[in-house]
């Protein structure tokens, strides 16, 4: 339920709004990986058509943060401050992807950035929690309450299929905005406006809960710019449609490129709903879809810019 509430969320945000739109990002910075954002809005900005001109790709941050510039080209090891195997991995990747330029001298390879990175490509970040039923909220309290308290989002909201009332307003930080989704009619209720959060101060993340106290870690203004700067890249690069399309008969596609059943009549996760384990599963070659080219064509990202660099991929690094 919730995958197929999630899924057809992202299409209607995708159709209503000029954002970029991703799904499951870490949402943590002292504890990466505790806590998982459901959906995230990134808010395009004045030079985000610099950063589109780069690459379809996320950037790694260490790329970004590392002593590479655009003037005169450097050795890869002296511009890193990391594990010499971390610094080639990523200098791998920033070539492929034409965020670095590379040239040999002498049988070493030297590097810059093709193009300066660009400040303020992107807004703001909106993070989204997705509860069909509040009915069975699990933690929804305890991950909102992270999510106001880090703020590493300037919004937080709810989105829900439920009816919300009052009580259900009142157990939710006033911070949270709070969405109503009719999964049938696609139709979304603003119940309540989210409050924006101090995304440029230190932020609290809990990282334990005892029965008597909450273990607590203070994040810095500046490990969270960090933080958010990777969300971004993240989002941009990977976006919404990152499921695989099964390889069954009674698999479609619909015109939003959502995995569909025809034998149960509904969206379905080709992660767990899929395959050898379901009564229903008939070999097939997965359905014809290109979900890259519908991204292109519905949303902000580009997926084949010019580049920055003209080279053949990957080439250079060898010799």
């Not at 070539?95 to 400040?119: H, L």
């Not at 990777?230 to 490129?257: L, N, S, V």
Request: glycine share 8%.
């Amino acid at each position: 339920m919730e995958f197929g509430f999630e899924l057809a969320l992202c299409t209607h945000l995708e159709a209503q709004t000029d954002a970029v739109i991703a799904r499951q990002l870490g949402g943590a910075v002292a504890e990466p990986g505790s806590r998982i954002v459901d959906v995230c809005l990134l808010e395009p900005g004045p030079a985000f058509d610099r950063r589109t001109a780069i690459t379809s790709a996320a950037i790694p941050l260490a790329a970004i943060e590392s002593d590479v510039g655009t003037g005169a080209a450097v050795r890869p090891g002296s511009a890193f401050d990391c594990h010499p195997d971390r610094a080639r991995s990523v200098t791998d990747r920033a070539i492929d992807i034409g965020f670095f330029a590379s040239e040999r001298r002498g049988g070493r390879r030297y590097v810059r950035q093709a193009t300066r990175y660009p400040e303020r490509w992107f807004d703001g970040l909106v993070a989204i929690e997705n509860k069909p039923d509040l009915g069975r909220p699990g933690d929804l309290e305890r991950q909102l309450r992270l999510d106001v308290s880090l703020a590493l989002f300037e919004e937080v909201i709810l989105a829900t299929e439920s009816y919300v009332t009052r009580a259900h307003l009142n157990r939710l930080p006033p911070e949270v905005g709070v969405w109503r989704f009719d999964l049938d009619g696609r139709e979304l209720t603003v119940i309540r406006e989210p409050e924006p959060l101090p995304v440029d101060e230190s932020g609290v993340e809990p990282i334990a809960y005892n029965p008597l106290s909450t273990d607590i870690e203070t994040v810095t203004p500046d490990a969270k710019r960090r933080k958010r700067l990777r969300i971004a890249e993240r989002a941009y690069g990977k976006g919404w449609r990152t499921y695989d399309m099964p390889a069954c008969e009674h698999a479609e596609a619909t015109e939003a490129g959502l995995p569909y059943c025809s034998a149960y009549d509904r969206i379905v996760d080709p992660a767990t709903d899929c395959g050898t384990d379901c009564p229903r599963h008939e070999p097939a070659d997965q359905p014809a879809v290109d979900l890259a080219a519908l991204r292109d064509d519905r949303s902000p990202w580009v997926r084949d810019p010019d580049g920055v660099v003209k080279r053949q991929a990957g080439l250079d690094r060898f010799g």
